[in-house]
């Protein structure tokens, strides 16, 4: 498989090219964020504060590596007034849940638990739907009702408390890009986001199926409405206008990978759950079963992806990606098995699926 001389991405990645020295269009176009770190941070939030605020910030907490870390770093660290909100939408590892409460708990944070079964009732049908027409760019849409769950939790969670910045995990580092391209096809950028609705609704008329169920298709306009739409900034003014959202990963805290696995590991007794070794997205059956798909039918996933980031960031090297993409995105096909067996989805099916989709995305890489 062709490479990026400098990072590890594949030459099938979405809209990837290289220049004479085999150096990719992502490595040539990077640059380097100047953070404007802590003291600025504490007086962004702050600013957000007002005098019937119980709390200087909510924080989106996943459980994962990055949104502990961003818990321990504004509670620990800058010393704000905290409060967590955590959304379990009942497929999530049951070492994740531990690693929830124990780090809310260890840094005396309070903790709001939201379960639903928004997710769970629709994603044996979404998988179902994907498997009568298998396409690479519609596995985003296997956990849709995740974010509808999260952001609609966040945001109501923010105006109970009267707290008016919400800050999330996400950074540039984690990849993942590829999936948006994906979705997007062949159309043109200048659409943005509209390309992903002009996407879905041609496989939708290709395969009815996935709004064939009336629960997964209000939710799926409902999460692309509040979440992909043009409109969405729109819709969250009109809710919750005096709340704003970020992440601070994006602006002010370098994210520096192992720093931020050895502070959990070490501050909150953070773990891992025991699906493989890698850190990365583990927080979550339904993202370990999109890796796995990817990495099936593409060839790589947002492994290759976001250690690529992390070379072009200086925290590793090309050798050290390359052993660890092979070391650590292996997705144990046991606890796939067994994870389709729980939602009900036979595995012989869905596997006959991954292969269809493979020979078709390699059909049109070659032509």
Known sequence: MKRCAQCI???????????????????????????????????????????????????GYSGGRDSSYLLYYISKVLKLRVIAYHFDHGLIPEQ???????????????????????????????????ITRPHPGLIGMLCTGCR????????KTARKFKTNYIAYGGHRLEGGAFK????????ENRLGNLNIFLTYGKEILKNPKWISH?????????????HFSPLRRILEKMQYS?????????????????KVVETIQKELDWKNPDYGESTWRSDCKISLLKSYMYKEILGFNDKEDGLSCLIRDGQITREEALIR???????????????????????SRFQAALKRAKEEYNRKEAD
């Open 96 to 130: 994740t849940r531990q690693n929830v409460r124990r780090g809310a708990e260890i840094l005396g944070v309070p903790l709001i638990i939201e379960e639903s079964d928004l997710l769970k009732k629709c994603v044996s049908h979404h998988i179902e739907a994907w």
């Open 148 to 155: 509808l769950g999260t952001d609609r939790g966040l945001f």
């Open 9 to 59: 991405l594949p030459a099938n990645y979405p809209r990837i090219s290289f220049d004479k020295d085999g150096v990719c269009n992502f490595c040539r176009e990077y640059r380097k964020v100047n953070f404007q770190g802590d003291e600025k941070l504490i007086e962004f939030i702050r600013s957000f504060t007002t005098r019937d605020s119980q709390y200087d910030c909510l924080i």
């Open 180 to 187: 948006l391209a994906l979705m997007k096809g062949n159309l």
């Open 214 to 226: 009336p629960s997964s298709a209000l939710i799926q306009f409902q999460e692309f409405l509040f």
């Open 242 to 258: 005096s709340v704003k959202s970020s992440s601070p990963f994006g602006t002010h805290i370098p994210w520096e990978e192992r």
């Open 325 to 347: 993409a092979e070391r650590e995105n292996l997705v144990s096909f046991s606890m796939i098995e067994e994870f389709l067996g729980e939602l009900k989805v036979d595995n």
